[in-house]
């Protein structure tokens, strides 16, 4: 079986795990042929990972647990997701104050939308993340469910040894994470981004609503400035968003959900789960390793090593100044050297498309190209041709600031606003910052505009889209993959092993060379302070295991420690005691109920022993026949301790 598929279970908040074990341990009246279906069990399971991950894209501003996702019925009613019985699980979730749902207007790609809207219950959304297993091997997680309906489709082959890319000490990258969330949040915002763009500039601007959710709409910058100024908030810029809030409760309600969604992203970082999955339109891979936010990086490992990443430097921009010199070089008005470069039926039709376009203008273009074999800059041309001028800029700088110093602009952030304007903007854009492009270059927004009107808008981007997957997936990384590198990409890098470095430099040659392209390649080093220290592997670890405190969870309750515990954490316990002292449990443990015992509240409070037994649950998944020595040493003080306990005295609720 397909090993994307082989990962049976979602990460959930505890508080929603206990609840739903709960419910199906005691079903409502209505609901007792529940009991009787396992299917139940993983269409309830299934919902919830859906609502939740939809929540989830919802909510870089604003606390994701309070939003409603919109979520047609024809959503529900596909078989990749539940089927046309739905309904009957969705009703037992909302009459038992799992999900909650309303009616409203959500806005999508193409325009906004009137349905249902549905969020796990706040009060159950909240806390760690825990594993959740399905009761079958049938059903595709939701991930991979939601995936393939948005039209993506498995990644074949499967590439290298995913199972050696895992976040090597997840306790580590949490504890990070709770301590630099506030810092992070603070330093992503721009407070003077816009005194110097244009007022009559059209942005759409977020407006974070005092019930902590928030609403979208298009302004000019004068208009958002007039808003922020008599509603006494702030006007700032926030990893691509711009934000109309008070600053103080912007970060009230942010900082949490940052934390909250980091959090997740660690906890479900497992190559059982990277559910690595190619768009048909763009055909890049989508899966765990690209959705990592950057940020997390220097947390991965790969075969216990420390990681780098190798990016295109203004990747599509690059691209498409290849294509465009590449004409110009073979003089051929039917591209046909060029088509042959590429093997991708989709590459090779929108190269087409590319060339047609390039015939119209073809007066204008330059008669001067860069020669790939020795691209040097021509530093005296002088003829004011634009098209040559965007060549040299892209092949020879950094094209960003370019833009930047050219246009007289604040900030790189600007200048990708500019460039970005006309790659992703529509043909019909008439605005201060299209007006300023076409004086810089107007042949080359002519042709991008020409291309767009005869094409569709979005079809150009989505072409140099795939362009890029056939440099970076087809040739580079499968490459990787026969030089038996383990690796992984991120629509425009490489991430790897630091010890590849010098394989993977071939490899980018090598791939340069069949191309014919130009470009530069950015290598980027993560832990640097650390491998000089101890060089490219990570050193082991010395660690003791501390006196487990048993009773550190509710300190307040001097002489019944345990009377607030969930049933199951007290008959697990006892479990443990029957299982006895051991100095070796492999055999005597299985994944189930060590899963359940890293969710023991005494151990939430206790990282280090939490992070060891972690780590086991994540080794057991990828096939381990043993127990670290850590983690049988923690196991058995652990029961130790707990032997010496009288449950029969702890008070029933």
Not at 160 to 175: C, E, M, P, R
Not at 464 to 485: G, M, P, R, Y
Request: glycine share 4%.
């Amino acid at each position: 079986m397909n090993r994307y598929y082989d990962n049976y279970f979602e990460y959930l908040p505890l508080l929603l795990k206990k609840r739903l074990i709960v419910l199906f341990n005691n079903l409502p009246e209505g609901y007792e042929s529940f009991g009787r279906d396992f299917r139940s069990w993983n269409n309830c399971v299934k919902i919830c990972s859906v609502v939740l991950f939809k929540q989830f894209e919802l909510g870089s501003i604003g606390d994701s647990s309070l939003f409603y996702c919109g979520l047609s019925a024809g959503f529900w009613k596909d078989k990749r997701i539940i089927g046309n019985h739905y309904s009957r699980y969705i009703n037992f979730l909302l009459d038992q104050q799992v999900l909650q749902r309303k009616w409203g207007r959500f806005y999508f790609d193409d325009g906004f939308v009137d349905e249902y809207g549905y969020r796990i219950n706040p009060e159950l959304n909240n806390g760690e993340y825990v594993i959740v297993e399905y009761k079958d091997r049938k059903d595709k997680p939701s991930e991979v469910a939601i995936s393939e309906y948005d039209g993506h489709k498995p990644f074949k082959p499967e590439p290298f040894n995913l199972d050696k890319i895992n976040i090597g000490n997840k306790s580590y990258a949490k504890k990070w994470v709770r301590e630099n969330a506030e810092r992070l949040v603070k330093d992503a915002i721009t407070d003077n981004y816009y005194d110097l763009l244009p007022d009559k500039l059209s942005l759409a601007f977020t407006k974070l609503k005092e019930d902590g959710t928030h609403q979208t709409r298009y302004y000019s910058v004068k208009k958002a400035k007039e808003i922020a100024k008599v509603e006494d908030l702030s006007l700032f810029y926030y990893r691509n968003k711009n934000v109309i809030s008070t600053k103080d409760y912007f970060l009230k309600q942010v900082i949490p959900e940052f934390t909250k969604h980091y959090l997740w992203r660690v906890s479900s970082f497992s190559s059982v789960k990277f559910n690595l999955s190619r768009h048909q339109k763009t055909r890049r891979v989508y899966g765990q390793t690209v959705s990592l936010p950057s940020t997390l990086l220097p947390f991965v490992r790969i075969h216990n090593q420390f990681i780098m990443q190798v990016d295109l430097k203004s990747s599509q921009f690059t691209i498409f100044a290849n294509i465009l010199n590449h004409y110009i070089i073979s003089g051929d008005s039917e591209g046909e050297a060029l088509l042959e470069k590429f093997r991708n039926t989709k590459s090779r039709d929108f190269i087409t498309k590319l060339i047609k376009t390039f015939k119209k203008h073809k007066e204008n273009l330059s008669s001067n190209s860069v020669d790939y074999k020795n691209p040097v800059e021509d530093i005296y041309y002088d003829e004011g041709n634009d098209v040559f001028q965007f060549l040299q800029d892209v092949f020879f700088h950094d094209f960003y600031n370019i833009l930047k110093s050219t246009l007289n602009l604040s900030s790189r952030q600007h200048a990708k606003l500019w460039a970005f304007t006309i790659l992703f903007g529509k043909e019909t854009t008439n605005n201060i910052i299209k007006k300023q492009m076409m004086e810089l270059y107007p042949t080359i927004v002519n042709i991008i505009d020409d291309f767009k009107r005869t094409y569709k808008s979005n079809q150009f981007s989505i072409g140099l889209q795939v362009l890029e997957a056939e440099l970076f997936i087809d040739n580079i990384w499968k490459s990787a993959k026969t030089n038996h590198i383990t690796s992984f990409t991120r629509h425009d890098s490489l991430v790897f092993a630091i010890s590849k470095r010098s394989e993977v430099e071939t490899i980018i040659a090598e791939t340069q060379e069949k191309f014919q392209f130009i470009g530069s390649f950015n290598y980027e080093i993560f832990n640097e302070t650390v491998i000089k220290k101890y060089g490219y592997y990570i050193p082991e670890e010395e660690f003791c295991v501390d006196e487990l405190d048993l009773y550190t969870h509710y300190p307040h309750l001097e002489e019944h420690p345990f009377s607030e515990y969930y049933e199951d954490d007290i008959e697990l316990m006892k479990q443990l005691v029957e299982i006895g002292i051991h100095d070796d449990y492999y055999g005597l443990i299985d994944l189930g109920m060590m899963e359940n015992i890293t969710e023991l509240p005494f151990l939430e409070d206790s990282s280090k022993e939490s992070r060891f037994l972690a780590d086991e649950v994540w080794n057991m998944r990828e096939g381990y026949s043993f127990f670290q020595e850590t983690t049988n040493s923690i196991l058995k003080t652990m029961i130790t301790i707990l032997s010496s306990i009288n449950f029969d005295a702890i008070p029933e609720d």
